[in-house]
């Protein structure tokens, strides 16, 4: 035997082992990120869970008591819970919904050469940026305000008197300022979308004498599909958990006409200090986000699966 | 990525070459100009009244019909210093750039990972990691307040640091990861043959096509961080507040007077607006997941 040779014997046995380190240097630069992540925002569901099934009022100490499933009863049974749920959904679809047909409608108008195009994709985008609470309060007193409010102002000429559109609307009201903010971050992700259009199928399209709305309704729309599932997913994720406008605009009122989800949790653990109820109530909507999500994760897998080819 | 072979290289800007039915009619393409300056507009208008109404005295701003021609003033935002935005504007801009900076220290090795030498299951790490914003944070903020509350952190900037950099690392693992497939894998393998070492190979060829990635993912978790409002108003109070909270803080203490608060309101959104404005660029490129280069 040369020593090579013994070099190689000793060498093969081990490659199981070798291959499993390589493995983990691999490996190793995702693991900070995976367990930070794991630790931050898996393990206080964990205590959610644990929670929930405790009787347990921060303004009691010590009066935490195990009480099995009696808070998610109470839960089912609280038609409060029930129309503030119905509110979320109400206002995550409609403002995903809306913003996303004016962000591409606004985004096929600056899909053209004008000038001044930067300029107005620059004004367009702002509300985006706006920080929400900033936003929220905008709407409430400049724009909202029944007596000095803007929209009013404009609307006079119509005949709209002092209408007070908060209280008489607070759930469109809110939605409406969440469509404002929204609409620039569609218009961002269509407008990416029209800009990697192949411009060879655009036009071999004219060529053969397509009209614009053939291009648009044939070519335009199949390939903006993904970008718009992107933008549905990830609004959606951000609007369900609307809370800024809601807390500024109408604290969820009157009674809980327009609260959602996260605005009713808040205000039963930080308001009413029943850790136990609020956590029912969260592991809740965890449950029905996580069979909304599978749904829509799917789809923006597929999207990104299909890009990768 | 199969697109972006077809793709030309549309820089977010005005590059394009559109020939649109320009022949004919040339009143249309006029008109959607028109339109399009006016929706601009229109929607911008808000903003625009609110920094008018910031300049304005209260008087000017209670008026009915809304003024438009008045005497400028800085005296909102003497008030709004007057009443201490310092120390919150101090706290947003430490959460908001530790934040940034422990997510990209996380999110680069971990897009690295999943993108340039793919372990396995790199599909369900992705996974996991975006599945981690679908859950929404109110069911969390019990815990999470519980915990704080024990271990003395309530009030405390760190608390924030921690939270946002959790809030935006899935964003912006797959945002890197986007960045990271641009990355010529040839090139990679050339110099690993070269004997580069891991750090030249990362210095020379990864960096070059991954920087704009890391700008534009920085500039989305700035965003994020610094308009944060949930966590901010339900762990902290008179130390670790950061500004959408004192703006809350000001209507209580100052009452609803639309001047000051619009000098309070732009003061907090200016910092991350003009961010915004600046690396426009970015912004489309990141909110894209790099779809558009």
Redesign the interface.
Known sequence: MTVTEQRQAEIVPRQPASAGRE?WI?????L???I??II??????L??IY?SLQSWNLVRPGSAQFVGLDNYVKVFTDSQFRGVALNTVVLTAGAVLISMVLGLA?AL???????????????????????????A???K???F?P??G?IN?VL?PFGAGQTDWISAFPLTSVMVALV?QW???MM??T???L??Q???VL?AARVDGAG?FAIFREVTLPHLRR?IE?GIVLGA?YL??T??AI??MTQGGPGTASAN??FY??QR??LGFD?GQ??AM??V??IA??LV?TF??RL??RSFQT??? | ???PT???P?S???T??????RRGNRAG?AL??V???I???G?????L??VL?AFKKEAD??????SLFFTPTLEQFETVFSSGIGPYLLNSLFATVMSTVFVL???V??A???SL?P??KT?D?L?????????????????????VNDIGMLDNIWTLV??Y??MN??IA?WMMRSFFQEVPKELLEAASMDGASLWRSMREVVLPVVSPGIAATSLICV?FA??E??FA??LTAATAAT??VF??GF?TSEG?Y?AK??AA??M??LP??V???IA?NK??QG???G??K
């Open positions: 493995g691999r490996r190793a630069p995702l900070p990120a995976l930070f992540t931050v925002t898996q393990l206080p569901f205590f959610t929670y606004f108008l600056l899909d053209r050469r004008f000038r001044g195009r930067g300029f107005v994709r620059t004004l367009l985008i702002t509300p985006f940026l706006i920080t929400p609470v900033a936003a309060l905008l709407w007193t400049v724009l305000d007596t000095y803007l102002f006079s404002w609409t620039p971050f961002l992700l407008l990416a979308g800009q990697s192949p411009h060879d036009e614009s970008f992107l994720i369900v958990n809370f800024d807390y500024m989800l996260p949790i808040y653990a930080f850790i609020s956590a969260g592991v909507v965890v986000t996580i999500s829509a994760l923006i897998f890009e990768e080819g | 990525m199969a697109a077809t793709e030309r549309a977010a800007g005005d394009r070459e559109l020939a649109p039915a393409p959607l100009t339109l399009t300056w929706v601009g507009i929607f911008f208008f808000p903003i009244w609110m109404t701003a209670y008026t009915s019909p809304p220290l996380l999110a090795p971990a690295y990972a999943v030498r372990v396995k599909q790490v996974f996991f990691f975006i599945s981690t914003k679908m859950l929404p944070v109110v069911a969390a903020i019990v815990p999470i307040y519980v915990v921690v939270l950099t959790a690392l899935p693992v965003i610094w308009n409002f949930f108003v339900n500004v959408p703006l809350v209507i609803l639309f608060l619009c309101a732009t907090c959104a991350v607006v961010a915004g404005w426009q912004l489309v909110l894209s997941f779809a558009v």
